[in-house]
């Protein structure tokens, strides 16, 4: 197993005033999770309640640093939503009330601010790279993931995913079957197209997951479930947007165009299919990335944060 996880529930009576889980990764295994995070409003106390045992087992587990905001690793999802409550969510998207933040800026967190971006399909045009790409798709070699190997596709997205982004703040050692999971599921919804690598000399060096937006199947308070993949099999060209969900490249060819090339194989794979399209969220300080984001994108959309908090800071 690689977590130790354990429920928390606040309570008066019988009425739950606030949960969380608390996970301790073995690939991170300084940081206490508070994860899953929810409450009621003006719920001040039940949620002191929650960090005042959190420090008690950072104590007990020798543990250094309290994130909020996190649930279980970065690739299951990353802050609260801070603006655009009113607008509707995308897939894979974080959905919370305003005041969830608010609860935590007593503790004085180092506070970590994302960003998404979104735009129109017609706005997007490649013209004035035209050459550039020339010179990028004789250089490196773009494809599809080939289902049909599924294990080791997942493989080499595990790998791409651990030399990418090890740097990034709350990232951590991603294993093979974690993602295998992940994406056992997914597999039912997505095809080879939406998960595009790129490669040069026979290695494979970066990629980019995108994937229309199925919340547009769902009705009003439904999950995806089983009838969402029929209708995604039947009715998929209904889908609007589509979501550009992770890209990255290792860092030894992060300047070397390759991404632009990622870029370009999306768009030929989405114009005509897909009006509008959502990013997932970077990293505010993250300007390589905001920079492209801006390039493709034309405004920047939802806001996130998340929370590193000190045990020494909860009295």
């Known amino acids: 197993m690689n977590s130790e996880i354990t429920p928390i529930l606040v309570k008066e009576g019988s009425s739950v005033l606030a949960a969380c889980i608390y996970?301790?990764?073995k690939n991170y295994p300084d940081v206490l999770q508070i994860a899953f995070f929810e409450a009621l409003a003006d719920c001040q106390d039940a949620v002191d309640l929650i960090m005042k045992r959190a420090k008690e087992l950072c104590a007990e587990k020798n543990l250094h640093a309290i994130t909020v905001g996190l649930n279980?690793?970065?690739n299951y999802g990353l802050g609260f939503l801070y603006d655009k409550f009113q607008d509707g969510l995308s897939?894979?998207?974080n959905f919370n009330p305003p005041y969830y933040p608010e609860y935590f800026s007593k503790y004085s967190p180092k506070r970590f601010n994302l960003v998404s971006f979104k735009g129109d399909m017609e706005n997007v045009n490649f013209e004035r790279e035209k050459d550039i790409l020339n010179r990028i798709t004789k250089k490196f070699n773009y494809r599809e993931a080939n289902f049909s190997k599924f294990k080791?596709?997942?493989k080499v997205y595990t790998d791409l995913n651990n030399q990418c982004f090890?740097?990034?703040p709350f990232y951590f050692l991603r294993e093979y079957q974690e993602d295998y999971e992940l994406f056992s599921e997914l597999k039912y919804f997505i095809k080879g197209e939406n998960l595009l690598f790129a490669e040069h000399n026979n290695t494979t060096?970066?990629?980019?997951?995108w994937y229309p937006d199925f919340n547009e199947l769902l009705d009003r308070g439904k999950t995806i479930g089983v009838d969402t993949f029929i209708k995604n099999k039947l009715f998929s060209k209904r889908i609007d947007k589509f979501k550009i969900v992770e890209i990255a490249v290792i860092p030894?060819?992060?300047?070397?165009?390759?991404?632009l090339g990622l870029f370009n194989e999306l768009y030929n794979k989405t114009k005509?299919?897909?009006s509008s399209y959502e990013t997932s969220w970077i990293l505010e300080d993250n300007y390589r990335s905001k920079s492209l984001g801006a390039k493709w994108a034309e405004e920047e959309y939802k806001h996130f944060v998340a929370f590193e908090i000190s045990p020494k800071e909860i009295i």
């Open 23 to 25: 996970i301790i990764s």
């Open 72 to 74: 279980g690793h970065v």
């Open 91 to 93: 897939f894979g998207s």
């Open 152 to 154: 080791s596709e997942m």
């Open 166 to 168: 090890m740097e990034h």
């Open 205 to 209: 060096i970066g990629f980019l997951l």
């Open 252 to 259: 030894q060819y992060q300047k070397s165009g390759v991404i």
């Open 272 to 274: 005509g299919r897909f």
